[in-house]
Structures are given as structure tokens and as C-alpha cells.
């Protein structure tokens, strides 16, 4: 099986190894990266609060808790 990914010029890179995953690129997923020229200055205040504290946590999706502690963080109350 190892043998097709070599011949092909693919090389395998195990993730899940720490000493890897160290050395690898860091790359973000944002769910609002494409869509923030479009948004309202608090819509905008809000995505960037919502793809800092994703990036911090190493999350790709929040539950509603950790919205709600982004959107207080940001002074909002109810």
C-alpha cells in the first residue's frame, strides 16, 4: 500500500505525532475569514472576537457557551 504513495511523489506526514505537529505550519480556519468586508462594524467586532478566541483554543466550532463568553468579553449583557 506505502508503495503507491511513494511512486506517486506523495510523502505521508503524521499529524498526530507532537514532534510533527510542532514543526508544521500553522494554519487557521476562520469561519468568517471570507465574509468580514461585508459585515457591519459590530458583525465585524464580533467575527474577529469569534476567530481570535477559536485560534487561542484550537477550535474549529464553538458551543453556545463559548459564544456567549465571546460576546460578553466583548461588554455585551443582557
Sequence with gaps: MSQGLESSGEVFVDRRNPAVAATAPVCERRQFA?????????????????????????RRF???????AVIEALGYHK
Design 34 to 58: 471570507n465574509s468580514h468586508e461585508n459585515l457591519s462594524a459590530a458583525a465585524q467586532e464580533l467575527a474577529t472576537a469569534i476567530d481570535e478566541y477559536k485560534v487561542r483554543h484550537r
Design 62 to 68: 464553538l458551543s453556545y457557551e463559548e459564544m456567549l
